[in-house]
């Protein structure tokens, strides 16, 4: 095996691995990728009292040749998502150990919870940014459209345990730089004093991008994105269960709090939910759309205009493709707000 670290993901029934280095790889057992290896049982005995111990540990080998190093990755409420490990002569000494994040998404009460690596690794400016409460269009990429980030966002919209993904996507830092992030998630149901919940444990690194194919991809996809871009008009994917906004396709709409209510139906006027329970049926049969009051920046209200389509994103899961924009006069006066 090389010399570089190793990411282990310790969620599933088997320790798999997810990145080599800086290479993503999509969640190998270690038993497959180290089958050859004369130390795969102490190294998976290592990742084991690692993740028992909620400690890193360094081990030597049984014929005292190699030395095992490990690190664990965990959030803070204690659960271990994986393991970094190294190994290599007893002499020498590892490379950088690479910064992993570690986040969990609540798909039950659809709030992100990040650590201040997650949101380093993600490339946002994490001393700028919340780790707890965070809606899901914060915790996912904005504007840029990679071609994996329909499976996403699939589990958010239609989330069921057991699901684990792991891909790699190119996007855009907070100054503006191309970065490659490498990703896997994980969809579990858990326990706690609140009851069940189902929940997504993630975590992130800085990759490298294999080949061409995925970043033509990704050209070809902000190519169709930028072609259907409108000005004025702020467009996003929301889950069509409670109007819950998870994902903007474009920069985020300045003329109202959209953080203020993780669901949709928590930020709009009570006046005006008829309206937003007529747009709901339009949808059902292709789309709606109307003027609808929601919690303005300043607390107050503000009208906006929201039309709402149907996509279909992974597996024939259906998302709302939600367009906003400032009501016209004469909308204002047709729904009685002029």
Same mark, same amino acid.
């Given at each position: 095996?090389?010399?570089?670290?190793?990411l282990?993901?310790?969620?599933g029934?088997?320790?798999?691995?997810?990145?080599?280095?800086?290479?993503?790889?999509?969640m190998?057992?270690?038993?497959s990728?180290?089958?050859? #290896?004369?130390?795969?049982?102490?190294?998976?005995?290592?990742?084991?009292?690692?993740?028992? +111990?909620?400690?890193?540990?360094?081990?030597?080998?049984?014929? #005292?040749d190699?030395?095992?190093?490990?690190?664990?990755?965990?959030?803070?409420?204690?659960?271990?998502?994986?393991?970094?490990?190294?190994?290599?002569?007893?002499?020498?000494?590892p490379?950088?150990?690479?910064?992993?994040?570690?986040?969990?998404?609540?798909?039950?009460?659809?709030?992100?919870?990040?650590?201040?690596?997650?949101?380093t690794? +993600?490339?946002?400016?994490?001393?700028?940014?919340?780790?707890?409460?965070?809606?899901?269009?914060?915790?996912?990429?904005?504007?840029?459209?990679?071609?994996?980030?329909?499976?996403?966002?699939?589990?958010?919209?239609?989330?069921?345990?057991?699901?684990?993904?792991?891909?790699?996507?190119?996007?855009?830092?907070?100054?503006?730089?191309?970065?490659?992030?490498?990703?896997?998630?994980?969809?579990?149901?858990?326990s706690?004093?609140?009851?069940?919940?189902?929940?997504?444990?993630?975590?992130?690194?800085?990759?490298?991008r294999?080949?061409?194919?995925?970043?033509?991809?990704?050209?070809?996809?902000?190519?169709?994105?930028?072609?259907?871009?409108?000005?004025?008009?702020?467009?996003?994917?929301?889950?069509?269960?409670?109007?819950?906004?998870?994902k903007?396709?474009?920069?985020?709409?300045?003329?109202?709090?959209?953080?203020?209510?993780?669901?949709?139906?928590?930020g709009?006027h009570?006046?005006?939910?008829?309206?937003?329970?007529?747009?709901?049926d339009?949808?059902?049969?292709?789309? +709606?759309?109307?003027?609808?009051?929601?919690?303005?920046?300043?607390?107050?209200?503000?009208?906006v205009?929201?039309?709402?389509?149907?996509?279909a994103?992974?597996?024939?899961?259906?998302?709302?493709?939600?367009?906003?924009?400032?009501?016209?006069?004469?909308?204002?006066?047709?729904?009685?707000?002029?």
């Amino acid at each position: 095996m090389s010399h570089d670290w190793l990411l282990v993901e310790t969620l599933g029934t088997e320790p798999t691995v997810v990145a080599q280095g800086a290479q993503t790889r999509n969640m190998i057992p270690i038993s497959s990728l180290l089958r050859r #290896n004369p130390h795969l049982m102490a190294i998976q005995t290592a990742i084991s009292e690692t993740v028992r +111990g909620g400690s890193g540990l360094s081990s030597i080998t049984p014929k #005292n040749d190699c030395v095992i190093r490990t690190e664990m990755v965990a959030m803070p409420d204690g659960r271990i998502h994986g393991v970094q490990m190294w190994v290599g002569a007893a002499d020498d000494e590892p490379p950088p150990r690479p910064m992993v994040g570690s986040l969990v998404w609540d798909l039950t009460a659809g709030t992100a919870t990040d650590t201040v690596e997650s949101l380093t690794v +993600g490339g946002w400016d994490a001393a700028a940014q919340p780790t707890h409460g965070r809606p899901f269009a914060d915790d996912l990429p904005r504007r840029d459209l990679n071609p994996y980030e329909a499976e996403v966002v699939s589990m958010l919209i239609k989330p069921r345990a057991g699901v684990a993904i792991c891909s790699t996507w190119d996007l855009t830092d907070h100054r503006g730089e191309q970065i490659t992030m490498g990703f896997v998630a994980r969809s579990l149901a858990e326990s706690d004093d609140d009851g069940e919940r189902l929940v997504c444990r993630a975590m992130n690194w800085r990759s490298v991008r294999d080949g061409r194919s995925g970043r033509e991809d990704y050209s070809l996809a902000q190519s169709i994105l930028a072609g259907l871009a409108r000005p004025g008009v702020h467009r996003a994917l929301v889950d069509p269960r409670h109007w819950m906004l998870v994902k903007w396709l474009d920069d985020p709409a300045p003329f109202f709090d959209w953080r203020a209510g993780i669901s949709g139906a928590e930020g709009v006027h009570p006046d005006d939910l008829p309206t937003a329970a007529e747009m709901a049926d339009g949808f059902r049969t292709g789309g +709606g759309e109307g003027v609808l009051r929601v919690i303005a920046r300043d607390g107050g209200w503000t009208p906006v205009h929201v039309s709402v389509h149907r996509v279909a994103l992974h597996d024939g899961v259906q998302a709302g493709l939600a367009e906003f924009r400032l009501p016209t006069a004469a909308e204002l006066t047709a729904a009685g707000l002029a």
